[in-house]
RNA sequence: GGAGAGAUGGCAGAGUGGUCGAUUGCGGCAGUCUUGAAAACUGUUGAACCGAGAGGUUCCGGGGGUUCGAAUCCCUCUCUCUCCGCCA
């Protein structure tokens, strides 16, 4: 969420920095500081009556010890009335608090200066292309008919001991799968990311930590006997490792990776670009997070976003970069690239990574800072991105790679699943 | 699942109603000494909020209560450990 303090002091600036999401802020942001003067005043209030108080609380003890019963009394009858204000003082901050609470839950992060202002996807901007869309012909298969045609995925059987969305891997399909995750994984590791592996259930407080809560709570599987959630990305357990922690400045970058399945309800996106491995209730993912010093956050985010794509050129998929406007950008975003790749037989751009900049919205709610060359206690920044998404990645790898002699394995890939031809 | 014990500052570990935000040790940081380092010695070392500042308030697992006053007493929740049961 939104830092109050930074608000109070760069209020135009967030209003405009917010008009990029098309949401007009003027009044929310009047809201939200007026909730906050309301708060700090009874504050001020509240802390001079305890301070009082606990000046009558120790001569009170002082009378008591030097055995003055009577004056000790006198003042304790005085703490009623105290006792009282504070009571009420103490009910009036809470309040406002909470209500500043729920209403900075309610505004997305402000974006950076280099989002475009757009409503949708139509307005994302383009940043590069790479690679080139090969020519299959009119016979090229999309990839749930290249699946069944080798017996490597079988949707049915997965609604059949679960529900659609729910896929089943076979053989040369499941081998694919692990061969793509533990290259994922090496290509992390090599660049500097330490792998970790989490818990694919969450409680309530990593839910709000990054953002997911409460939001998103309609899009997450939740056991309600033991109020857990099944992550939706491994961002949520990566980030949350590092929920109320205060780091030093030579800490960063703290670089994390990290293999999880994802568990997506995906309610009220049931239609027509569900086929085969477009859109499912659980996938693969490797993930890379990064925590970063507030001045280098966005080197950082180019460094992602150059491993994100040294990994599609090594997998020889056609893809391209998007920097979204601000209408298409996640909800905790500051800044966000998509990565797609080119479905050559559903001749369409599939989104395969997402990385972005969160700077300090993810970190205020989860406490996440660190002691700068002053000493002074700021926020850090966090940074995520899919590298990568395995769904898509599979689909564009097996229609673009179909060939007469059967689909085709990138030279990479090679060594991971021992085998050069799926036939 | 049953029985018991516990939760204090980065860590270890005191503290059972009145200068306790908390003794002490270790660690960290700074300095003295040293050619340098180590050792030794000295000092310093939690966080949040409010305040221009002085300073104030809050925090001893979470929440609630008793009291003029709580780390200390009561209730409740969570977690950890030990024993038993079950089990990959």
Redesign the pocket.
């Known amino acids: 969420m939104l830092d109050?303090?930074f608000v109070r002091e760069n209020k135009e600036e967030i209003i405009s920095r917010l008009d990029k999401r098309n949401l007009p802020a003027q009044e929310l942001v009047t809201q939200m500081l007026q909730l906050?003067d309301i708060r700090?005043e009874a504050?001020?209030q509240?802390?001079?009556t305890?301070?009082e108080?606990?000046?009558?609380?120790?001569q009170?003890?002082e009378f008591?010890?030097t055995g003055r019963q009577a004056e000790a009394n006198e003042l304790?009858a005085r703490?009623?009335e105290l006792?009282e204000t504070v009571k009420t003082l103490e009910e009036k901050q809470k309040t406002a608090e909470q209500n500043l609470t729920e209403l900075l839950y309610t505004i997305p992060n402000s974006p950076h200066a280099s989002v475009p202002k757009g409503k949708s996807a139509e307005d994302n901007e383009i940043v590069r292309e790479s690679g080139a869309k090969p020519d299959l012909g009119s016979d090229a298969l999309p990839h749930w008919e290249i699946a069944a045609k080798y017996n490597l995925i079988n949707f049915e059987l997965g609604v059949k001991i679960t529900g659609a969305g729910f896929p089943v891997y076979i053989g040369q399909g499941a081998k694919l799968q692990r061969a793509l995750i533990q290259f994922f994984l090496d290509e992390a590791e090599k660049a500097g990311y330490t792998e970790y592996q989490v818990p694919h259930m969450v409680n309530a407080d990593s839910g709000f930590g990054t953002g997911q809560l409460p939001d998103k709570e309609g899009q997450m599987y939740h056991d309600a006997t033991d109020d857990l959630y099944l992550i939706p990305t491994a961002e949520v357990p990566l980030t949350n490792l590092y929920r109320d922690i205060?780091l030093t400045e030579k800490d960063f970058p703290i670089k994390m990776t990290g293999y999880t399945p994802c568990f997506r309800r995906e309610a009220g996106s049931y239609g027509k670009d569900v086929r085969g491995l477009n859109r499912l209730h659980q996938f693969d993912k490797v993930e890379i997070v990064q925590i970063a010093h507030p001045d280098t956050s966005y080197e950082n985010l180019e460094t992602m976003v150059a491993h994100v794509g040294g990994i599609l050129d090594k997998l020889e998929l056609p893809y391209r970069i998007l920097r979204l406007c601000g209408g298409d950008m996640g909800f905790a975003s500051a800044l966000t690239y998509d990565f797609e790749t080119w479905s050559a037989a559903q001749q369409r751009w599939l989104e395969v990574s997402s990385t972005s900049n969160f700077e300090t919205f993810q970190a205020n709610r989860l406490k996440l800072?660190f002691?700068d060359a002053n000493g002074k206690?700021r926020l850090c920044h966090t940074l995520n991105g899919s590298a990568l998404a395995l769904p898509r990645i599979v689909a564009t790898l097996l229609e673009n790679n179909q060939t007469p002699e059967g689909i085709r394995i990138p030279k990479c890939l090679v060594p991971y699943t021992g085998f050069e031809y799926i036939r």
Do not use: Y
Request: contains cysteine; proline residues 0%; charged residues 30%.
């Open positions: 109050v303090r906050d700090r504050q001020q509240c802390d001079a305890q301070a108080m606990n000046n009558l609380s120790a009170i003890g008591f010890k304790k703490t009623v006792k205060i800072r002691k206690t």
